[in-house]
């Protein structure tokens, strides 16, 4: 099940996000960068604010999964542009779905709001992430210059190619 994130959700969230992140970072930074105390957190607080946050800014999906949370997306819309922020499935619960449903319910979202575009950051090495964004339809911008350690997509809202 899809649905919208709720304050009592933010540790749950927090805990999956944390270890997600694990399955990329690791080997590539110092585990206290993204499980340390201090990092958790950091995201806790950050997901504090994001459910939270007026709809009219963005949204935050959880997929729920008997009573467990298993995957998480947010979105977050400023100055006209919408960005996905963060989508995460728990690794436990990977290839059954609930990415994709996470992201359908977001292109819900945004067809509802009249969003046309988003972007989308998403680190380099999380090469399943990035088949993940292709497979829907996510595609990098070839006039975009690199952003650090992370490559910057883009998605039609409509379906059609990005750069049309």
Known sequence: MIRAALPADVDAIAALHTRARATYYAGRFPEETYA??????????????????????????CAERDGEVTGVAAFLTADGETTLTQLHVDPGHWRRGTGA???AACLAAWRRAGVERVRLEVYEHNLRAQAFYASHGWRPDPAAAPSGSHRTLWLRVDGSPSGE
Do not use: I, K, N, P
Request: hydrophobic share 45%; glycine share 14%.
């Open 101 to 103: 449903a996470l992201h």
């Open 36 to 61: 340390g105390d201090l990092a958790v957190a950091h995201t806790r607080e950050g997901w504090s604010r994001a459910v939270v946050r007026d709809r009219a800014d963005g949204g935050v999906f």
